[in-house]
């Protein structure tokens, strides 16, 4: 639990309104890394380091250098096509699936790396977790079973399953409006609903890291507010990294923001720095025309 | 600004196969093999096919070992259904393999000069290959596709127009029943013309009887892909034809079928590739001559796989050995129509 | 009629028609025209066959449905006739289902391979192999299966035989493997490959990329990515492709007839050299047959063509369900 959800035992209750802007409110370079005594970061570090990713001869994203550390939210903003996408998916490594796709660079998980000859790809992906830009709940299978699917495909073991349903679904804010129907299709829930569904999803094979891909772009404003406030009750338990368009929404829930750009070449990172002083008081003046609104 | 080329980095795909995992399933393979041929040799299983079963055991088994072993025992259904898949793709690709070796291997053997010179009217089946030849089949499955191609190809193209351009009220039964059409099987197709045209009409067996038969087959054929073509033409090339103030004919004429023409001719060479080796309903509907006959609405026809399938019913070596050199250059005409149907669709066919 | 509109009061929508000219209403007409040959074209099918059908009911009465005998009498009064396609009905069906339980399997493992295993130059070339076989005249398959098939196809079947035969299906009244529904069936699925193939690679390939992507980020293998994502998605469109291969191997002619003994007799023991097949009966009797016979065959043909209308009907029904569901 962190500091400002600690003052607010009944967090489910809050206002989203509230929650919004009390998390806003804590984010702050000082109280950074700050956590509520005896609670340590159950999340791995990632770092990457000088990553490259390729298209075919496209070049899409050139020496990108970034370090995660555990428990925290960073966000990724940029315009489109500066290769925000393209890089979280080099880091769980779903960039393998276009046929020509080719990379270059580390991608590091507690200080292995993921791309080392011999790794098992399903158990990276199983450590760092995915939410899309569009929900995509499996419609054949029940609440239920979509929460617990990637335990049955991993064939991991579980001593309760009712328990870690119930875990996931309260940990995604989902469990008081689907604990009476988890039997039901999830084709039925709205698409916030099936939004905190995908990341109870993620959540039961406990993974490290959570890598969110425009998380709320395809949701209305009231679960988008659902949505992040999920994201800081799980940023004390896990690193959390988000690609976003919406600058005010990195601004509510990270801890750091990266700022990448791609000028007519390969997409790179300009800069990052905490989420404050990127807002703020940006270094390079290319952030400072970005996050003002002057392109984009 | 610090403008970096970044000439020295390398893409790689870290995913690939590294030279290591190549060297492990080629020893798989290898082990597998020589496993296999111990198979053979020690046990009862017979020849090349229990060779190629207990090799594909072999492989599957050692397969299974090695990833589980990398993997875990997670990897072992993963394992086991690639495996599965991998067998099953190649046991599909076994008969092909065998039909295209059987039929060059034999039709190559009887392969002579005076099979496209003469007919059969002055030799028998039964006789060595070197008398008579399949010329009157030759031209008599050419007679039949020429008047095939006359009647299906403006049926199916505007059977597809109406389905793309027309599209009115029975459009949707109309789909419904080229699809219906194209399941209708061969024989019902000869029997059918039959007892329509050959019982009820002047027309007897004869050529044109064949060619109506065949293209009871080959108008789905050509819809299905002409329609397929059509609806590729994009709906801003016909609607500029209409903003300018052409009818819909001129559109039709002089936009939408020139930019599908490729397309239709490969619809036409794919109609034509469906009914040229078609036997069941010429068995109904030419007769089965012996002799060259030029005649499409008089006298009986023969064809190429009408001859084929007399000489396999026949029976005798001589026949089959007719049989199979008809079939090779039956093949080798149905190959280059698919060859040629392929290069003019180009990619936007599957 | 007043200019001005009252409150309240709400225009009719004017119906929109178009005039179309001259040479756009021929157009229509002569396409409209030529767009419902294929509906007559069947329609005669229907009604063409279904006369003589009607005319052998007439002489032989629904017995010549179940009935698995095919007796011309001579007698002093002319020939008399006890007809019936029971046995080539059973026999048909029986072989489609030793094509199917054969054929579909390997099909989906094609499909799977061709969708998501096989690299992008070895598609595109295996591809074309599999609509080439489908090229394939069946009467090639007839002369493969013939002599290159059934030697090897007998040699498994008394392998089968020899160690299965206390399963009824297996077993055999006689030690007689050759030209049997086993081996008809094995040409037969290799003969609806291409079809079933081509069904299941255009299913397997609408299958949401959405979802797949999910699969894998939950640490999926390919196989549990087919198995939760792949499969529950396209089941319903495989059954439709496994149909339509049902449709094909109904009618399917000579092939059939060059590796099957055809007896009138029903036989469910698919190992033993004596079966049936509407179609290929058809042509083993059509040249010795009498003008009655011939009205019988027209009428087993009629059964035939709508066996495999209603087949391929619902086949087409289902897959077009299915791919429409995937947009």
Redesign the interface.
């Given at each position: 639990m962190s500091e400002n959800q600690n003052q607010n035992p009944e967090g489910e209750e809050m206002t989203t309104q509230a929650a919004a802007s009390s998390s806003l409110a804590s984010i702050s370079s000082e109280n950074l890394g700050k956590r509520a005594p005896g609670t340590k970061p159950l999340g791995a570090g990632l770092e990457a380091r000088g990553v490259h990713a390729w298209f075919g001869k496209h070049h899409a994203l050139a020496n990108v250098s970034l370090d995660f550390s555990a428990g925290t939210v960073t966000a990724l903003i940029g315009p489109s096509g500066c290769g925000k996408s393209t890089f979280i998916r080099t880091l769980n490594r779903m960039h393998e699936f276009i046929p020509s796709a080719a990379m270059a660079g580390e991608v590091l998980l507690d200080g292995k790396d993921v791309y080392a000859a011999g790794t098992d790809v399903t158990k990276i992906r199983l450590q760092i977790g995915m939410v899309f830009q569009k929900p995509n709940p499996f419609p054949s299978m029940t609440i239920g079973e979509n929460v617990l699917s990637g335990i049955k495909l991993a064939q991991l073991k579980v001593e309760n399953k009712d328990d870690l349903l119930e875990e996931c679904l309260v940990r995604a804010g989902l469990w008081k409006e689907v604990k009476d129907r988890l039997g039901a299709h999830a084709g039925g829930l709205s698409g916030g609903q099936q939004q905190r569904l995908c990341i109870a999803r993620s959540l039961a094979v406990k993974p490290k890291v959570l890598l969110m891909d425009e998380p709320c772009s395809a949701l209305d404003p009231g679960s988008t507010l659902r949505i992040e406030d999920t994201i800081n009750e799980l940023s004390s338990s896990m690193t959390i990294i988000i690609v976003t368009h919406n600058m005010q929404q990195a601004a509510r829930v990270s801890d750091y923001t990266a700022f990448f750009l791609s000028e007519g070449g390969p997409g790179q990172m300009i800069e990052v720095a905490p989420t404050s002083e990127i807002f703020s008081r940006p270094r390079d003046k290319r952030t400072e025309n970005y996050v003002s609104g002057r392109f984009g | 600004m610090s403008e970096t080329t970044f000439l020295d980095i390398k893409p790689r795909q870290p995913w690939k196969a590294t030279p290591k995992d190549r060297a492990i399933t080629f020893s798989v393979l290898l082990l597998a093999l020589a496993l296999a041929g111990a198979a053979v040799k020690l046990t009862g299983l017979s020849g090349k096919l229990g060779f190629a079963l207990s090799f594909l055991v072999f492989s599957t088994v050692l397969q299974i070992f090695v990833s589980v072993r990398k993997f875990g025992r997670k990897a072992l259904g993963d394992s086991i259904a690639t495996s599965l898949i991998y067998t099953g793709a190649t046991l599909t690709f076994l008969p092909v393999g065998s039909i295209l070796f059987i039929t060059i291997k034999n039709g190559v053997a009887g392969l002579r000069w005076n099979l496209f010179t003469t007919d059969m009217f002055n030799a028998s089946f039964l006789d060595p290959i070197g008398n008579g030849g399949l010329l009157h089949a030759l031209v008599g499955t050419v007679m039949l596709i020429v008047i095939a191609m006359i009647i299906s190809v403006p049926m199916g193209i505007m059977t597809a127009l109406y389905l793309t351009e027309i599209r009115g009220k029975g459009s949707t039964l109309i789909q419904f029943v080229v699809q219906a059409m194209s399941g209708v099987p061969s024989v019902v197709a000869g029997l059918f013309i039959f007892t329509s045209v050959i019982l009820l009409t002047p027309l007897k067996a004869s050529t044109t009887a064949g060619a109506l038969a065949l293209t009871v087959l080959m108008i789905p054929t050509v819809t299905r892909t002409a329609q397929e073509v059509l609806l590729l033409v994009p709906a801003d090339l016909r609607e500029a034809g209409l903003a300018m103030g052409a009818t819909q004919w001129k559109t039709v004429a002089t936009i939408v079928v020139p930019a599908a023409r490729n397309g239709l001719i490969t619809a036409t060479i794919l109609g034509v590739a469906r009914i040229a080796g078609e036997t069941a309903p010429l068995i109904f509907t030419i007769g089965g001559a012996d002799k060259l006959n030029l005649n499409p609405f008089k006298d009986y026809q023969s064809a190429m796989p009408f001859y084929v399938w007399k000489g396999l019913t026949l029976g005798t070596p001589e026949s089959i050995q007719r049989s199979w050199t008809a079939i090779l250059i039956l093949l080798i005409l149905v190959l280059s129509l698919f060859i040629a149907a392929r290069t003019l669709g180009g990619r936007r066919f599957k | 009629m007043s200019t001005t509109l009252e409150a309240g009061q709400i225009p009719a929508p004017r119906e929109l028609t178009t005039k179309?000219?001259r040479?756009?209403t021929?157009?229509?007409g002569?396409?409209?025209g030529?767009?419902?040959?294929?509906?007559l074209?069947?329609t005669?099918?229907g009604l063409?066959?279904s006369?003589?059908g009607i005319q052998t009911l007439h002489t032989q009465g629904f017995g010549f449905l179940t009935r698995s005998n095919w007796d011309v009498v001579q007698g002093d009064s002319g020939a008399t006739y006890n007809l019936g396609v029971g046995a080539m009905l059973f026999g048909t069906v029986l072989i489609s289902i030793v094509a199917l339980v054969i054929g579909v399997?390997?099909?989906?493992?094609?499909a799977?391979?061709?969708t998501f295993?096989?690299?992008?130059r070895v598609k595109t070339f295996?591809?074309?192999?599999?609509?080439?076989?489908a090229?394939?005249?069946?009467?090639?398959?007839?002369?493969?299966g013939?002599?290159?098939?059934m030697p090897?196809a007998t040699?498994w079947a008394k392998i089968i035989f020899k160690y299965l035969n206390w399963i009824p299906l297996f077993d055999a009244p006689q030690y007689f493997f050759e030209r049997s529904p086993f081996i008809a069936g094995l040409v037969l699925a290799?003969m609806i490959?291409p079809i079933v193939?081509?069904v299941a690679r255009e299913v397997f390939a609408q299958t949401?990329l959405?979802?797949i992507?999910?699969?894998?980020?939950?640490?999926?293998?390919?196989?549990?990515v087919?198995k939760?994502?792949v499969f529950?998605?396209g089941s319903s469109g495989l059954i439709g492709g496994a149909m339509?291969g049902l449709?094909?191997a109904?009618?399917?002619?000579?092939a059939v007839y060059?590796v099957l003994n055809i007896v009138f007799k029903v036989n469910f023991h698919v190992l033993y050299g004596s079966g049936g097949n509407v179609?290929s009966m058809?042509?083993q009797k059509?040249g010795e047959s009498t003008a009655d016979e011939t009205t019988a065959?027209?009428a087993a043909?009629f059964i035939?063509?709508l066996l495999?209308?209603l087949?391929?009907?619902g086949a087409?029904f289902i897959v077009r369900n299915t791919l429409k569901s995937g947009k």
């Amino acid at each position: 639990m962190s500091e400002n959800q600690n003052q607010n035992p009944e967090g489910e209750e809050m206002t989203t309104q509230a929650a919004a802007s009390s998390s806003l409110a804590s984010i702050s370079s000082e109280n950074l890394g700050k956590r509520a005594p005896g609670t340590k970061p159950l999340g791995a570090g990632l770092e990457a380091r000088g990553v490259h990713a390729w298209f075919g001869k496209h070049h899409a994203l050139a020496n990108v250098s970034l370090d995660f550390s555990a428990g925290t939210v960073t966000a990724l903003i940029g315009p489109s096509g500066c290769g925000k996408s393209t890089f979280i998916r080099t880091l769980n490594r779903m960039h393998e699936f276009i046929p020509s796709a080719a990379m270059a660079g580390e991608v590091l998980l507690d200080g292995k790396d993921v791309y080392a000859a011999g790794t098992d790809v399903t158990k990276i992906r199983l450590q760092i977790g995915m939410v899309f830009q569009k929900p995509n709940p499996f419609p054949s299978m029940t609440i239920g079973e979509n929460v617990l699917s990637g335990i049955k495909l991993a064939q991991l073991k579980v001593e309760n399953k009712d328990d870690l349903l119930e875990e996931c679904l309260v940990r995604a804010g989902l469990w008081k409006e689907v604990k009476d129907r988890l039997g039901a299709h999830a084709g039925g829930l709205s698409g916030g609903q099936q939004q905190r569904l995908c990341i109870a999803r993620s959540l039961a094979v406990k993974p490290k890291v959570l890598l969110m891909d425009e998380p709320c772009s395809a949701l209305d404003p009231g679960s988008t507010l659902r949505i992040e406030d999920t994201i800081n009750e799980l940023s004390s338990s896990m690193t959390i990294i988000i690609v976003t368009h919406n600058m005010q929404q990195a601004a509510r829930v990270s801890d750091y923001t990266a700022f990448f750009l791609s000028e007519g070449g390969p997409g790179q990172m300009i800069e990052v720095a905490p989420t404050s002083e990127i807002f703020s008081r940006p270094r390079d003046k290319r952030t400072e025309n970005y996050v003002s609104g002057r392109f984009g | 600004m610090s403008e970096t080329t970044f000439l020295d980095i390398k893409p790689r795909q870290p995913w690939k196969a590294t030279p290591k995992d190549r060297a492990i399933t080629f020893s798989v393979l290898l082990l597998a093999l020589a496993l296999a041929g111990a198979a053979v040799k020690l046990t009862g299983l017979s020849g090349k096919l229990g060779f190629a079963l207990s090799f594909l055991v072999f492989s599957t088994v050692l397969q299974i070992f090695v990833s589980v072993r990398k993997f875990g025992r997670k990897a072992l259904g993963d394992s086991i259904a690639t495996s599965l898949i991998y067998t099953g793709a190649t046991l599909t690709f076994l008969p092909v393999g065998s039909i295209l070796f059987i039929t060059i291997k034999n039709g190559v053997a009887g392969l002579r000069w005076n099979l496209f010179t003469t007919d059969m009217f002055n030799a028998s089946f039964l006789d060595p290959i070197g008398n008579g030849g399949l010329l009157h089949a030759l031209v008599g499955t050419v007679m039949l596709i020429v008047i095939a191609m006359i009647i299906s190809v403006p049926m199916g193209i505007m059977t597809a127009l109406y389905l793309t351009e027309i599209r009115g009220k029975g459009s949707t039964l109309i789909q419904f029943v080229v699809q219906a059409m194209s399941g209708v099987p061969s024989v019902v197709a000869g029997l059918f013309i039959f007892t329509s045209v050959i019982l009820l009409t002047p027309l007897k067996a004869s050529t044109t009887a064949g060619a109506l038969a065949l293209t009871v087959l080959m108008i789905p054929t050509v819809t299905r892909t002409a329609q397929e073509v059509l609806l590729l033409v994009p709906a801003d090339l016909r609607e500029a034809g209409l903003a300018m103030g052409a009818t819909q004919w001129k559109t039709v004429a002089t936009i939408v079928v020139p930019a599908a023409r490729n397309g239709l001719i490969t619809a036409t060479i794919l109609g034509v590739a469906r009914i040229a080796g078609e036997t069941a309903p010429l068995i109904f509907t030419i007769g089965g001559a012996d002799k060259l006959n030029l005649n499409p609405f008089k006298d009986y026809q023969s064809a190429m796989p009408f001859y084929v399938w007399k000489g396999l019913t026949l029976g005798t070596p001589e026949s089959i050995q007719r049989s199979w050199t008809a079939i090779l250059i039956l093949l080798i005409l149905v190959l280059s129509l698919f060859i040629a149907a392929r290069t003019l669709g180009g990619r936007r066919f599957k | 009629m007043s200019t001005t509109l009252e409150a309240g009061q709400i225009p009719a929508p004017r119906e929109l028609t178009t005039k179309h000219r001259r040479s756009d209403t021929i157009f229509r007409g002569v396409v409209t025209g030529f767009g419902m040959t294929a509906l007559l074209i069947l329609t005669l099918i229907g009604l063409f066959l279904s006369f003589r059908g009607i005319q052998t009911l007439h002489t032989q009465g629904f017995g010549f449905l179940t009935r698995s005998n095919w007796d011309v009498v001579q007698g002093d009064s002319g020939a008399t006739y006890n007809l019936g396609v029971g046995a080539m009905l059973f026999g048909t069906v029986l072989i489609s289902i030793v094509a199917l339980v054969i054929g579909v399997p390997l099909s989906v493992a094609l499909a799977l391979f061709l969708t998501f295993y096989a690299p992008a130059r070895v598609k595109t070339f295996l591809v074309s192999v599999v609509d080439l076989m489908a090229a394939f005249p069946s009467v090639l398959f007839g002369l493969w299966g013939f002599f290159v098939l059934m030697p090897l196809a007998t040699y498994w079947a008394k392998i089968i035989f020899k160690y299965l035969n206390w399963i009824p299906l297996f077993d055999a009244p006689q030690y007689f493997f050759e030209r049997s529904p086993f081996i008809a069936g094995l040409v037969l699925a290799i003969m609806i490959i291409p079809i079933v193939t081509s069904v299941a690679r255009e299913v397997f390939a609408q299958t949401p990329l959405d979802r797949i992507q999910a699969a894998y980020a939950l640490g999926a293998t390919k196989w549990g990515v087919i198995k939760t994502v792949v499969f529950p998605f396209g089941s319903s469109g495989l059954i439709g492709g496994a149909m339509l291969g049902l449709g094909r191997a109904f009618g399917e002619t000579v092939a059939v007839y060059s590796v099957l003994n055809i007896v009138f007799k029903v036989n469910f023991h698919v190992l033993y050299g004596s079966g049936g097949n509407v179609a290929s009966m058809i042509i083993q009797k059509w040249g010795e047959s009498t003008a009655d016979e011939t009205t019988a065959l027209l009428a087993a043909g009629f059964i035939l063509f709508l066996l495999t209308l209603l087949v391929n009907l619902g086949a087409n029904f289902i897959v077009r369900n299915t791919l429409k569901s995937g947009k």
